[in-house]
């Protein structure tokens, strides 16, 4: 597959049912470009994408974070608990201690 996809595209992983069985079984495909690939995973019934990273490519580092709590703000708009904010305040430290500036 990596031989066959356009230039500029990049190649993911998916869960997938095993066809005939209630197994979980990764599948391969590319996207054309990251808009493609975030239009798709929009509308996805499963998000469960796994970006590869081919060696040599440079790559962002994000996180994706989600806080569920039973109501998340207050009526006033602030936040009810401030886990989520210690949690990017740990990744933060975490990334600058690992690759100092």
């Not at 356009?6 to 998916?14: D, N, R």
């Not at 040599?56 to 996180?63: E, Q, R, V």
């Amino acid at each position: 597959m990596q031989e066959k996809r356009p230039l500029g595209s990049f190649e993911v992983a998916m869960d997938a049912i095993k066809h005939g069985k209630e197994q979980v079984v990764k599948s391969f495909t590319y996207f054309d470009s990251r808009d493609d690939f975030s239009y798709e995973r929009a509308y996805a019934a499963h998000r469960n994408f796994y970006e590869i990273f081919s060696a040599g490519d440079l790559c962002c580092l994000y996180f994706e974070v989600e806080h569920y709590s039973p109501n998340q703000f207050y009526v006033d708009g602030s936040p009810s608990d401030n886990k989520l904010a210690i949690t990017i305040a740990t990744i933060c430290h975490e990334a600058k201690c690992q690759w100092p500036a």
